[in-house]
DNA sequence: AGTATATGTTTCCAAAACCTATACTT
């Protein structure tokens, strides 16, 4: 489950489970833990976590003598923290901080894959940005300061991945982000990131004149990509810390439930060039590897009638079609229209939107609906659409 | 039974390697 929101869900987790509690002894470490044994005994000690994008401190706190240990976990694919009955520890249980309480129980760290680890000490992975969670100024700061490092360079759903930059981003979390502007994924990551930045200035300009209240509301109602980095993982905190315990089981449903994107049917999805999968609606963007085309959405197609085959359609009869799609369909991004097409009617159908969008007929769908207005003058453009 | 997939990172500069569990196909 491990991206932000889950390390961020484990250090609340472990605090309120073990807040209260003393421990005692040394930590127990499996023989195939990915992890140093942990050089340190107390009869008496306190818990305590935190959590900075993909790592989690420990923090070991001695009541009586003895100095304080800390280790820095990463969860890996499958890592996280469970308060259980000393005696029935999980499956994959690899290091284990026993209670007082009789009968004990045991604060475990599991990880099936066991592509999470543990570090001793308390700092932080040197070369990982600041938490897009704890530490959003800073890691905005930090992204936009650096625009000119060819991490940059990759396609934004790559560069999304890079801890340098997004501590704390993982696999489903950039999906849901670009979704939510329908940034295509493959579009290069300094492109939209240059983009934001100048509009940061304009609306700073714009916007300087409207009372602190107005400016909040506009910059809720408009995030750009690096807030999304922020809100988007904010928002799966709130939606699971009702069922802190990671065990539960409707806390799944919750989180399946909330995913927009990642994994759901009528999604596209392709590989990016480090073979992860990446999930979006509409256009994949320029960079795309090897070319390829999207893969079609796995819902039911949408009826086009005869859209998809005719050469010759009138601008005016693409357009009245089109208005029938925009109608039929939940908000609809230029590029999902466009994936059913041939290339060759793209352009038709960029022009045929326009006229939709400008006419009073767009049915009030015209504002946003079906470009986000943070990205279409460049979507538009830059694709030859 | 075998195959493909998975919320991550490292080692090296792309793709394999590190792992287990689960769902789905022969």
Same mark, same amino acid.
């Given at each position: ?5 889950? =390390? ?21 470490? %499996? ?11 107390? &009869? ?11 790592? @989690? ?37 690899? @290091? ?7 009968? /004990? ?70 999906? &849901? ?16 990131? &240059? ?15 409207? /009372? ?128 059913? =097409? ?6 038709? =159908? ?7 969008? +400008? +006419? ?6 015209? &504002? ?5 207005? %943070? ?11």
């Amino acid at each position: 489950m491990p991206e932000g929101p889950e =390390l961020a869900l484990a250090g609340r987790y472990i605090n309120e489970a073990c807040g209260g509690l003393v421990f005692s002894g040394g930590a127990e470490r %499996s023989a195939v833990g990915r992890g140093p044994e942990v050089p340190f005994r107390s &009869e008496a000690y306190r818990l305590g976590a935190a959590a900075r994008g993909k790592e @989690l401190r420990l923090r070991l706190e001695p009541l009586g003598p003895g100095s304080p240990q800390a280790l820095v976990f990463r969860f890996g694919m499958s890592g996280g923290f469970r308060l259980r009955p000393a005696a029935s520890p999980p499956r994959h249980a690899h @290091l284990r901080f026993l209670t007082r309480e009789s009968p /004990p129980r045991a604060l475990c760290f599991v990880d099936a894959r066991r592509f999470g680890s543990w570090r001793l000490g308390d700092a932080w992975q040197p070369g990982r940005g600041p938490c897009v969670l704890s530490e959003y100024q800073a890691f905005r700061e930090n992204v936009l300061k650096n625009l000119d490092d060819k991490a940059f360079d990759k396609p934004i759903c790559e560069a999304l991945l890079n801890q340098k930059y997004f501590n704390g981003i993982g696999n489903y979390l950039r999906a &849901e982000i670009l979704y939510r502007l329908k940034i295509p994924p493959f579009e290069k990551a300094r492109t939209v990131l &240059e983009a934001l930045k100048q509009q940061e200035q304009e609306r700073r300009k714009k916007n300087s004149s409207l /009372p602190p209240s107005k400016k909040l509301k506009l910059k809720r109602d408009n995030p750009d990509l690096l807030e999304l980095c922020h809100t988007v993982p904010m928002e799966v905190v709130a939606a699971e810390k009702n069922l802190l315990d990671p065990d539960h089981a409707d806390n799944h449903t919750a989180f399946k439930n909330w995913l927009q994107c990642y994994g759901v049917p009528g999604m596209s999805s392709l590989r990016d060039h480090n073979g992860r999968t990446i999930w979006f609606q509409g256009e994949p963007g320029p960079m795309v590897p090897g070319g390829e085309c999207p893969l079609l959405p796995t819902g039911p197609a949408p009826a086009l009638g005869g859209l998809e085959e005719e050469e010759n359609h009138s601008q005016a009869l693409l357009g009245r079609q089109l208005l029938q799609l925009l109608g039929a369909l939940r908000p609809v991004a230029l590029g999902d229209v466009a994936c059913w =097409l041939p290339p060759s009617t793209h352009w038709v =159908l960029f022009q045929a939107c326009s006229h939709v969008l +400008s +006419s009073p007929e767009g049915g009030g769908r015209g &504002e946003g609906a079906p470009l986000s207005p %943070s990205y279409s003058p460049h979507c538009l453009n830059g694709h030859g659409l």
